[in-house]
């Protein structure tokens, strides 16, 4: 394992459990809410006031993926960016971007939850019942029908040990939406190589002063 004093991560919280898991007990951490996936532009706003904040190291190790373009554009003058060469964190609960092609070439319209995802009310039932609130049962049923009617099936990452809950309420989200549902292995191998420095061709490296581009994730 590399020196990684000198790093801090910055990443996604629906992918923070995993990633405390692994992460080197003196790296310094920052986790940004789920919700600004939303508004991609504000994301994008949101890191590099997260980069600018930040004086003490000279790498930030990015817990996200393309995300609906959400990183494109980013740059830091003072800080080596690494960020994992995905779209999204599907890929990374994965293990991989061939994992998820693979499942995306068997079930295009997959619905993929984590203890994560649960956590932080990332999914169809949850925003179902936040609807619901605001703008009554009936307008809820109809935007859930226009956002989630194509979809095929809900699957499971399974990356942590206390999932039984989450399987439950996985299964429940399927029947909410009339799928079916699976459990897939997730894996720990991009989480691990983002936090030890083993940054290989899974992984780009935009040094100080340049801007991510959208072929480097080609």
Not at 176 to 194: H, I, K, P, S, W
Request: proline share 3%.
């Amino acid at each position: 394992m590399k020196n990684m004093k000198h790093c801090k991560l910055i990443a996604c919280r629906t992918l923070e459990d995993e990633l405390l898991s692994v992460i080197p007990e003196e790296m310094d951490y920052e986790f940004l809410d789920y919700a600004l996936h939303d508004t991609p532009e504000i994301l994008k706003q949101k890191l590099c006031e997260a980069f600018a904040a930040d004086h003490d190291h000279n790498t930030i190790l990015m817990g996200y993926g393309l995300c609906s373009n959400s990183v494109l554009g980013i740059s830091s003058p003072r800080h080596r960016l690494v960020i994992p060469r995905v779209h999204d964190c599907i890929s990374l609960l994965l293990g991989s971007r061939e994992r998820y092609d693979k499942e995306f070439s068997k079930v295009p319209a997959t619905f993929y939850l984590s203890e994560g995802w649960i956590k932080q009310k990332g999914d169809p039932y949850s925003a179902y019942l936040r609807n619901c609130e605001r703008y009554g049962e009936d307008m809820a049923m109809e935007f859930n029908q226009m956002l989630y009617a194509n979809y095929q099936r809900v699957a499971y990452i399974h990356t942590m040990d206390r999932e039984q809950g989450d399987i439950d309420y996985s299964k429940k989200v399927a029947n909410f939406l009339q799928v079916d549902f699976t459990e897939l292995q997730g894996n720990m191998d991009l989480f691990r190589a983002l936090v030890s420095g083993e940054w290989d061709e899974r992984f780009i490296i935009v040094e100080p002063g340049q801007i991510l581009e959208q072929k480097q994730f080609m």
